[in-house]
């Protein structure tokens, strides 16, 4: 008798930049993730009303084209208090962990970032494969 299978955790990754969009997919497809992606805000509030009850995290940029990743953030929060969200940014990681310091299931990843950059983010805050 075989375990039966378990689903891998479900990523969201809002990016609007491709190049990094496609890297962070990668990194989590190859690692055994499924991800969706979204590249706006908007993109990503849709996604999150058709997966809500399957997401295992939000990776989110900070600086989105239809508004701030911290704004999405805060709106995500509002839909799934209890998502995991990793922030990623190029800015200064103190100036954003002060403003996410409160919160244990929030991590914060710094531009560019590297492939265990990403997975130790999620694991941070309870996310990895099994």
């Known amino acids: 008798m075989t375990a039966p299978e378990v689903a891998p955790p479900v990523v969201l ?7 990094v969009r496609m890297f962070a997919v990668d990194v989590l497809t190859d690692a055994g993730f499924r991800v969706e992606e979204a590249c706006s805000a908007e993109e990503a509030l849709t996604k999150m009303g058709t997966l809500r009850c399957e997401l295992s995290a939000a ?11 911290e704004d999405l953030a805060r709106e995500v929060r ?3 208090a209890s998502l995991p969200i990793v922030i990623a940014s190029g800015r200064s990681e103190q100036e954003l962990a002060q403003r996410f ?9 710094a531009k560019p970032y590297t492939e265990q950059m990403l997975l130790d983010a999620l694991a941070s805050i309870g996310v990895s494969i099994r």
């Open 78 to 80: 509002e839909i799934d």
């Open 101 to 109: 310091e409160s919160n244990n299931q929030c991590a914060i990843l």
């Open 59 to 69: 990776l989110i940029d900070v600086g989105l084209p239809d508004r701030s990743g």
């Open 13 to 19: 990754v809002v990016e609007d930049e491709m190049l």
